[in-house]
């Protein structure tokens, strides 16, 4: 019997909606996109298209395969899974970055919004997940008061190995572990996802006999959640990461369209590009759903890191790209919109949300006295939500602040697979038009070369030297 996602009909029924009328003059006014400008720009979106395709032939976008190739990486993960999920209560993620932000989104978008509270029966056998993905002491010195060192599992995630908020944690609880169970006993409760022969942490899993997953060469962190290091944790949660998977390949299909209307991927890029040329230089990413609330902070990574950049391709200073932020609707309608609303028309506003509800739920017919309450009795929270994102919707069309909308017909591993591989093509589409590289992160490197030669990490002498150089502090500027 086939599985659902294989079905066309239902895939068909599970596809993605983006809606861009409230981007064009013809709805939103001067502050709008005009066809006509699109038609201007297309010589730079066939060179933006030929590039694409071109540099997914050459290995340049290796992460467009993901959807396709990964059929035996399916096949062991699951496997690994189902081997370890009964001896373990929980699963711990050391990373950060994408290696933190794909798990998480996917962690909260399809499971229980409560799941590490709930027993080990109601998660389906699977553990509790947690993710460290920050290297405040307090936050890992306080995971140890609510977990069992002997009955957890530790997911180290880094591709360099040289990710130094990730293995000074691996370091800290390596020792905990071989203090506690021994060396031998200790190598059960570790599993690594890196890179298949470089970097710090191959060797070390390879002479200590972790169990490992690789991260494909040509894979960077934050295309990297359709790799192990998004689809063990998932699966580790009882995740359907083949329709994780699926979804992201229906969409590959629907981002090869010729006509630049009806690919939603170049049409996002291309709309956003020609914002930032009316400087609308923040990206609002604004879900109605709590489900997808992680979503944005994932998408905020990707277009930032990667549009972010100093330089073109031909090393001209341009310092372009989008500042994103994260809203949740209807939550940030009491704390944010008034400023979308009417402050400064700088803003592309990107609403998500969901045809249909994972649950309904019925708001009682009381206080029918009081007018302004009693016109909710007899509605539905699901109605009230939708209401509220396409009354905001209106909203921001009404002041003339330009936004899209982004449809689920609902959250699941299908739908989801879409969002994400949608984002990840607009973000390389972006990148080609803007005519930059949005692959590398160079300032990123900075800060963090600043930190090794800070610690005194061999072979940085010359940073160090330039940091001890740096103006000292005037104490008149410090209150």
Excluded at 55 to 71: C, E, H
Excluded at 443 to 460: C, D, H, L, Q, S
């Amino acid at each position: 019997m086939s599985k659902r996602f294989e079905q066309k009909d239902w895939q068909e029924s599970m596809r993605l909606k983006l809606d861009f009328n409230n981007m064009m003059t013809s709805y939103v006014g001067e502050n709008g996109i005009s066809e006509a400008e699109i038609a201007d720009l297309q010589a730079q979106i066939e060179k933006a298209e030929k590039a694409m395709v071109e540099k997914r032939a050459n290995g340049g976008m290796d992460w467009r395969d993901l959807p396709y190739n990964q059929a035996d990486i399916v096949k062991d993960i699951n496997a690994y899974v189902e081997s370890v999920k009964d001896e373990f209560d929980t699963f711990v993620v050391l990373g950060i970055g994408g290696s933190a932000l794909g798990p998480i989104a996917v962690q909260q978008a399809i499971n229980h919004p409560y799941y590490n509270e709930l027993s080990k029966e109601k998660r389906g056998g699977y553990p509790k997940l947690y993710v460290m993905d920050n290297i405040d002491p307090e936050k890992l010195v306080s995971l140890f008061d609510i977990i069992e060192l002997d009955k957890t599992l530790f997911n180290v995630i880094t591709k360099s190995g040289s990710t130094s908020e990730t293995m000074s944690q691996f370091m800290i609880i390596k020792e905990m572990l071989e203090e506690k169970l021994g060396k031998e006993e200790s190598k059960k409760h570790v599993v690594c996802t890196t890179d298949a022969k470089n970097g710090n942490l191959r060797p070390i899993a390879d002479k200590e006999g972790y169990k490992s997953f690789i991260i494909p060469a040509g894979v960077g962190g934050r295309f990297s959640e359709l790799t192990p290091v998004g689809l063990l944790p998932a699966a580790m949660c009882g995740i359907d990461i083949e329709e994780l998977l699926a979804g992201a390949a229906y969409m590959d299909e629907l981002c090869k369209n010729d006509n630049t209307f009806k690919n939603p991927a170049s049409m996002y890029a291309i709309l956003n590009y020609l914002a930032m040329k009316r400087g609308k230089n923040i990206s609002v990413i604004m879900p109605y759903a709590d489900t997808l609330k992680y979503i944005g902070d994932w998408y905020a990574q990707l277009w930032a890191e990667s549009l972010g950049k100093k330089f073109d391709n031909d090393k001209n200073v341009v310092n372009v790209g989008q500042t994103p932020v994260r809203a949740l609707g209807a939550t940030d309608q009491h704390s944010q919109v008034q400023l979308y609303s009417e402050g400064p028309k700088d803003k592309v506003i990107v609403f998500v949300g969901v045809d249909k509800y994972k649950t309904t739920l019925d708001i009682p017919k009381i206080y029918g006295d009081i007018p302004s309450l009693g016109f909710l009795g007899g509605e539905t929270h699901n109605k009230l939500i939708k209401t509220e994102q396409m009354a905001t919707e209106y909203a921001l069309l009404k002041s003339g602040q330009t936004n899209m909308t982004i449809t689920l017909p609902e959250v699941n591993e299908f739908t989801l697979g879409q969002i994400l591989y949608l984002f990840e093509v607009a973000t390389g589409f972006a990148g080609e038009l803007l005519d930059i590289n949005a692959f590398d992160q160079p300032g990123v490197e900075e800060g963090k070369n600043a930190t090794y030669a800070m610690f005194g990490r061999p072979g940085y002498d010359e940073k160090k030297a330039e940091l001890d150089n740096r103006p000292a502090k005037n104490d008149k500027y410090i209150i």
